[in-house]
C-alpha cells in the first residue's frame, strides 16, 4: 500500500483527498494540519475573520463532494444562519457569504471524506494542531518531521498544501502592519486616518478589521 502525505487540510488538501478516494485504489494517507481543526483553511477560519468579512467565491463556483456549498447551507438551521447574518429564505447560488460558514463546509465534506476513506479500505490519520518542521527527499521518498511527539516517517508522495504565507508578525509596530493578519485582527484602532495600501480582498479585510471597532453596517 503506497504511503501519501497531505500537508495542509483546507481546500487543496481536501480536494486531493477527493481525488485519491475517486481513484478506488486503497493507500496509506497521512494529513497534517497546523490548525486545531483539519478541512477548514486559513482563510475560512473562525480564528482568523470576523462574522462580517466575506469570502469571494459563490456556491456556483465551488465543485462539490458530497452536495454543493448551496445544498449544505439550506440544510442548516434557519438560526444558526442568522448568527451570521444570513436569511434561509434568501440564499441563491450567487450569493457571497461569511468566509466562516465556508469553512464550515469545507469541514463538514472533510470529515465525510475521512469516512468514505476508511470504509474504503484506505489508511487514514489525521493530525490536527501538527506542524510539519522539515522535509526532505530521500532514496527511500519524502521524509517529514513534525512538532508533535511523532517519529519521523517516509512517504512515498507528499502533496504540500499548505495554502497562503502571511507576513511575519514581526515586521509591524504599534501602527503598521504589513497583512491583515499580522496583528491588525486584534489591534485596538482608535478613530484616527487610516490608510490602506491596495484594494483588493486582503484591502478590504484590512478596512473590515478597522470598521467593526467603530459601529456596524445596516
Not at 64 to 83: D, G, N
Amino acid at each position: 500500500m503506497k504511503k501519501i502525505a497531505i500537508v495542509g487540510a483546507g481546500p487543496t488538501g481536501i480536494y486531493t483527498l477527493f481525488s485519491l478516494l475517486e481513484q478506488q485504489t486503497p493507500l496509506s494517507i497521512s494529513i497534517f494540519e497546523q490548525a486545531d481543526e483539519a478541512g477548514v483553511g486559513m482563510p475560512y477560519s473562525d480564528e482568523e475573520n470576523s462574522k462580517l468579512m466575506l469570502a469571494n467565491i459563490a456556491s456556483i463556483e465551488i465543485p462539490p463532494i458530497y452536495c454543493t456549498y448551496l445544498e449544505w447551507l439550506q440544510k442548516q438551521e434557519a438560526s444558526h444562519l442568522q448568527r451570521y447574518g444570513v436569511k434561509k429564505e434568501t440564499l441563491h447560488d450567487r450569493q457571497f457569504l461569511p468566509r466562516i460558514l465556508l469553512g464550515e463546509y469545507f469541514r463538514d465534506q472533510f470529515l465525510r471524506l475521512v469516512d468514505q476513506a476508511r470504509q474504503q479500505k484506505f489508511a487514514v490519520a489525521v493530525y490536527e494542531s501538527c506542524q510539519v518542521t522539515d522535509l526532505q527527499i530521500t532514496n527511500a521518498g519524502v521524509m517529514l518531521a513534525t512538532n508533535q511527539d511523532l517519529p519521523s516517517e517516509t512517504f512515498d508522495l507528499a502533496v504540500i498544501a499548505t495554502g497562503h504565507v502571511w507576513p511575519d508578525e514581526e515586521e509591524a509596530t504599534r501602527t503598521y502592519f504589513p497583512s491583515p493578519w499580522s496583528g491588525l485582527m486584534e489591534a485596538k484602532v482608535d478613530a484616527c486616518n487610516v490608510g490602506i495600501m491596495g484594494t483588493s480582498l486582503s484591502g478590504l479585510d484590512a478596512a473590515m478589521a478597522v470598521a467593526i471597532q467603530h459601529g456596524s453596517f445596516i
